[in-house]
């Protein structure tokens, strides 16, 4: 049985990131240009797309503020910290370097080329993948959910895909526990589910919406959602780090082993099943340069479609918070338009910070919950790139 709703992801959320990234709402006029002003900056970061990347799978320090990165990461290590990190800007890595252990047993060190379990932030890659069948004609976002999953209770027949993405769905009362041995069972146990609220009323992140789309992902494209993900968001985007959890080998030194923190030390976290109830809400593992990889491939405009591309850039419908498997804000606290996007279970932790229009994109994982890094690392990087002062703190 999988608890729904409960995933440690939760404590990820984009209020999570509230101390620097709440934004403030923008008069609808303001937001039109600031869309179309961004719409331009894509065109013209596209067109620098055509140049040849540094390699990332290699250590690279480059400049003061690299180095900067660097020494500030290296105490937050003698710490406990455990990781790899990357920091881009104007299309150039500052900072990519791991940190600590991806092993510590073998005395495996984490490097660039380490992979990580991603969690949450493959919701990233389930949301685009309904972008992409929308784009195809092979679902439209308004479509309810039972017209590609079979009936669901009359109070919960109006729940659209668009609901699931941006989860204000409401199908399943939170703390519900739902079978997930397979697909079919999972739907089943989601319609019989309590419901929660009325389908678009009411925003609550929940894993079960996603594993959802998932199933949603298979019926509308015929193939399983692993390999719908392998041949139209991996391949393209030239992830070629990226599995999925049950596909990670267990001898393999390229992959981080996840600890949390015992009586005398870091200890290998608990197990992590996937099953559905995970499938399409977690599961992916990849390096952190893989996922900036994704995010170029989504800047490129080969992902999809403007219109759809848009829903990505674009601040969500209220009441929800996010905006088709990550968060957009037009305009931080800092006075920047930003993306994030995180992910956790009990012994791994990731992020990616996306600040277009400064054209920075930060990737960190972390493969050692002893002690939680999540805002530390993430004010500390952002105070050096943009020249804040703000005290940051080690974790207790």
């Given at each position: ?88 800007r104007d299309d150039r890595v ?87 041995t397979d697909r079919d069972v ?20 929940t894993n079960a919406g996603y ?186």
């Amino acid at each position: 049985m999988t608890p729904v709703g409960e995933h440690l992801d939760h404590r990820y959320q984009p209020s999570a990131l509230a101390p620097y990234l709440n934004a403030a709402p923008w008069p609808s006029g303001r937001r039109m240009l600031r869309a179309f002003g961004f719409v331009l900056l894509l065109i013209s970061h596209a067109a620098l797309l055509a140049q040849p990347l540094a390699e990332l799978d290699v250590v690279q320090v480059s400049g003061e503020t690299g180095q900067a990165l660097d020494e500030r990461l290296r105490r937050f290590e003698s710490k406990g910290f455990s990781g790899s990190v990357l920091v881009v800007r104007d299309d150039r890595v500052i900072l990519l370097k791991g940190y600590g252990f991806a092993n510590i047993g073998q005395n495996i060190p984490n490097t660039p080329s380490t992979r990580f379990e991603m969690n949450s932030m493959t919701k990233m890659f389930t949301a685009a993948s309904v972008l992409r069948l929308a784009g195809s004609g092979r679902l439209k976002l308004d479509d309810r959910v039972e017209l590609h999953l079979g009936p669901f209770p009359a109070a919960k027949s109006k729940a659209t895909i668009t609901h699931l993405a941006t989860h204000t769905a409401g199908l399943v009362l939170k703390g519900t526990e739902l079978a997930g041995t397979d697909r079919d069972v999972f739907v089943e146990s989601a319609k019989r589910a309590p419901i929660e609220s009325e389908p678009g009323v009411v925003y609550r992140y929940t894993n079960a919406g996603y594993s959802l789309l998932a199933a949603i992902i298979e019926r509308a494209s015929g193939v399983s959602y692993e390999d719908y993900l392998r041949q139209n968001i991996f391949g393209p985007a030239g992830m070629g780090s990226a599995v999925f959890r049950d596909e990670v080998p267990k001898a393999d030194p390229r992959f981080a082993r996840g600890y949390v923190g015992g009586a005398t030390g870091p200890v290998s976290g608990p197990p992590n099943p996937y099953s559905w109830g995970t499938v399409g809400a977690g599961g992916v593992w990849c390096t952190v340069g893989d996922v900036y990889r994704w995010v170029l491939f989504l800047e490129s405009g080969k992902a999809f479609s403007a219109e759809y591309r848009e829903l990505l850039f674009s601040e969500p419908r209220q009441p929800s918070k996010e905006s088709f498997g990550w968060a957009f804000q037009a305009k931080s606290s800092s006075g920047r338009m930003s993306i994030t996007k995180g992910g956790g279970s009990d012994d791994f932790a990731s992020q990616l910070l996306y600040f277009p229009e400064d054209r920075v994109v930060i990737v960190w994982s972390t493969n050692n919950l002893s002690k939680r890094w999540r805002q530390e690392l993430n004010s500390a990087i952002t105070n050096i790139l943009f020249g804040r002062s703000a005290p940051v703190g080690l974790p207790r």
